[in-house]
């Protein structure tokens, strides 16, 4: 009986080859045909955050602000998100009262949140340049003291604008640095504080990317898993 069978399986050998022939080119259509399907369903919105730190000044006194930026990049195109600031510390600055001769005193700081648009104009490998606007409404506090009075307390909304230039460097798959210069300008310039607020920016910047760290999780889980 087994003689019977392997002279069947020669006559057919032919035909058994050829039928494996299809079935194996029906495997390599349906493999790549999944890895072309998996690769367009990459998402193209990613989730981005970055520290976004300032050096600025008022009234010719150095500031910094301290701040940070969640939302989302479309490709190698643009990001759109939330971002908040605030200043680190109040500035002070005196004059004297030409009236009186006293000295007063000047105590300024504020906060304010945002909507920004990044516009990507150069990415390659580590680098990428763009171009980026911000858009927010924050509060100030502005107090003018003579000794332990006070003198007035200034309270109005700010309509802020930001556009800068900046430069992002990827260290490694979790961090980046960035830098940046621009200029934030007040919208409400009827404002009693436009020519205290409008000042030229300088940025300096930590970027994690959640993606890196989403890796590493997952590597490691599978780690211990085994």
């Not at 072309?36 to 976004?52: G, M």
Request: proline share 2%.
């Amino acid at each position: 009986m087994l003689l019977n069978l392997f002279a069947f399986l020669q006559s057919k050998k032919h035909q058994i080859n050829k039928d494996m022939f299809k079935f194996s080119t029906l495997l390599c259509v349906l493999f790549f045909s999944f890895q072309l399907t998996a690769q367009d369903s990459i998402p193209k919105w990613k989730f981005n955050f970055q520290f976004d730190d300032r050096i600025s000044s008022i009234r010719n006194n150095s500031i910094v602000l301290i701040g940070a930026k969640f939302g989302y990049q479309y490709k190698q195109l643009t990001r759109i998100g939330i971002g908040t600031s605030f200043m680190l510390k109040p500035v002070e600055f005196e004059y004297i009262n030409k009236k009186t001769s006293r000295v007063v005193t000047n105590k300024f700081d504020f906060w304010y949140f945002s909507i920004y648009n990044d516009w990507i104009l150069y990415h390659r490998h580590h680098f990428e340049v763009f171009v980026t606007e911000q858009v927010g409404f924050g509060k100030p506090r502005y107090i003018r003291e003579l000794g332990d009075e006070v003198l007035s307390s200034t309270n109005v909304d700010l309509y802020i604008n930001e556009l800068s230039t900046q430069v992002n460097y990827k260290i490694s798959s979790i961090f980046g640095l960035g830098a940046g210069i621009g200029y934030r300008s007040l919208f409400n310039k009827q404002s009693l504080l436009t020519s205290t607020f409008d000042a030229p920016i300088y940025m300096a910047k930590l970027i994690v990317y959640p993606e890196g760290v989403i890796d590493i999780i997952k590597k490691k889980a599978l780690k211990s898993a085994f």
